[in-house]
């Protein structure tokens, strides 16, 4: 339908003019002043894929089938002959093992602490172990640091941990982890969150929150349990959650007193991987020779018997997108990552690059984002602003076709909990015409005579903002200023206090994880999520003269209306009554066991969400995922895992290898 509507958006492109000059660059590990960004991408399944690509991924399902049976044959024999290693080695195809995986970094890494980082998936996931790992596509868990565990009860977990896993030699003198290693490091998190500018969202460990009743027993160096502060459904998925890692407490304390004099987190972990150097312009990372061999290889797994076949990694900083776009092509990297369809079909055939394909699942991973301070006070105009958006037309458009509508919940990784496309429709309503006469009825010329957003400077193409903003100035007559940020200002400008954004809107990305309702989108929306954060309706901080505050909550005038004391944020949190009420249904759903209860709660949860028009509306998402790899790069799993580090995708498959 919009082909003239692209020929009219691209005839009047945003100009140069108009391209805010702004985006001062943060000096480099600037994490502790970020406060939180996503960890980590839709329905009715993707296109069919392409006949070579099915067959190479139909040959790699063999390949992988007959090695793993090689390696149970092997692991079985080795309990029983009297030549084990030798065994081993035969079973295992020593073809694979060697070389150098090269990527292109956008930007130097935000941190290396992983309580506080979620910017650097590439070498944190890589250098870091979780307890277990949850496969999208095989729709179950496996165990990585964790060999088992148990839901005693709704509020207590018990964690048995794998023997014979050790940190790289720099971490702790390569010795063993224990128990208390995992107590220390998750209690770690809530200070981190409150005190030292952790990217890392608290709705992975608000209930084990040890401030707010979570006690942690370890009766062995194999045993671990969490006394939880209350039930969380999706606890064990939270633990798929890159974030939640094992770090050495020596180094970990030892870095923040500054007697390393370097960024903490560097080899501090028991991953595959070890960081061998740190520059401006390039981070170079080796085979942990500490590593523990995971025998069991379960069905669905990406685990070798030992190590990963890959020697060693080198993420080479490139800051310009379109040279890093340049460089992929060329064949100087092995891994580009997400790409649209346009670039898919572009891209395929190319001597170095291979497409794969398949679902997408991601709903809700991007955003239009209100800084509620700014619109809170207006709900008539930030309605006219979504009746404002072409949203069939960002489908034709940006997503060439093939796009559905969004949701707070995915309507393809969670369908029981996801309202329909018919009743999403029904609230994303687009009416140029009744926008434009709403905004001018509310006094919009007057209050918002210009609407400013920033957009990613490292990023190759911005269509999609561009698309945005073109559909609010036609609709609604009024001037989208975009200001360009480098990455770390980028997360600042987003995480920033709920009355300092310096824009209107802000088109969001949660990377969000398919593997837990409370974390895919709904986590955009929620209080205890990036709510809290990216201005959406809960408030923590210590300005609470904002506006939209309820100034009738009791504890604003015992505070003298300017600054929350500690034992305000202890006891209650100054809220807006609407986010109470999204907080509240939030923490019914997390806590109930049954799932027909839970699934009513969710879709009221949302229904609530899309009629109230604050503060973030999602943006349709494609319905195929495509993903650029280099021709040398084998044996990634399909999407939805390939690039998803809680099913042990892209940065944590050991199975992966390069060709020749």
Known sequence: MKESYWGKYWRR?????????????????????????????????????????????????????????????????????????????????????????????????????????????????????????????????????????????????????????????????????????????????????????????????????????????????????????????????????????????????????????????????????????????????????????HPEQLPGTRYNVDMPYIDAMEHVIVTDGAARQARFLAGDADYYGAVSKIDADAWEGQPNVNIETGPAIDDGGIMIQLAAAKWTPYPELSRALSMAMDWDGYIDVVLSGEGRRSAPVSPTAFPKYALSQEEIREYQVYDPQGARQLWEANNGPEIFPELDTTVAAWAPDISHVQFIGQSFEDSLGVQVNYNPLELATYIASANGPTGTKDWHFFIAGNNAVSTMPDWNALVAYTPDGYGAIWGGNWYKGVNISDPWVNPENPNYAENGGSEAGEAVRAALEITHPYARELQDYADRQAATTDDDERAEILKELQRRIFTRYCCTFPLPTQTTKYVALGSRLKGLPVPPDIDQTAAFGMWRAHNIWLEG
Do not use: H
């Open 13 to 293: 492109r945003v100009s140069r003019r108009r391209v805010l000059a702004g985006g001062a660059t943060l000096a480099a590990g600037s994490a502790a002043i970020l406060a939180g960004c996503g960890d980590d991408d839709d329905d009715d399944g993707g296109s069919a894929q392409p006949a070579a690509t099915q067959a190479a991924q139909e040959q790699q399902a063999a390949a992988e089938e007959e090695a793993t049976e090689a390696a149970q044959q092997a692991a079985a024999e080795e309990t029983t002959a009297d030549e084990p290693e030798e065994q081993v080695s035969e079973a295992e195809d020593r073809s694979r093992y060697g070389g150098t995986l090269n990527y292109s970094l956008s930007a130097y890494p935000t941190g290396f602490d992983p309580s506080i980082t979620i910017t650097f998936p590439q070498g944190m996931s890589t250098s870091y172990s979780q307890m277990m790992a949850f496969s999208i596509i095989e729709d179950q868990f496996y165990p990585d640091a964790a060999q088992s565990w148990e839901q005693v009860d709704p509020e207590t977990l018990v964690f048995n941990l794998r023997e014979g896993v050790r940190y790289n030699p720099e971490g702790a003198g390569g010795r063993e982890v224990t128990s208390e290693d995992w107590a220390f490091n998750l209690a770690r998190y809530p200070d981190a969150r409150a005190n030292r500018g952790s990217n890392v969202n608290e709705l992975f460990f608000s209930f084990m929150d040890p401030g707010l009743g979570a006690t942690f027993d370890t009766p062995d160096n194999l045993t671990l349990t969490i006394n939880q502060n209350k039930a969380f459904a999706s606890n064990l998925r939270a633990f798929a959650a890159a974030s939640l890692v094992v770090a050495a407490p020596e180094r970990i304390m030892a870095e923040e007193s500054g007697d390393l004099g370097q960024a903490s987190g560097i080899n501090a972990g028991t991953g595959p991987y070890m960081f061998e150097d740190v520059s401006e312009t390039r981070v170079t990372m080796k085979r942990n020779p500490n590593y523990y061999a």
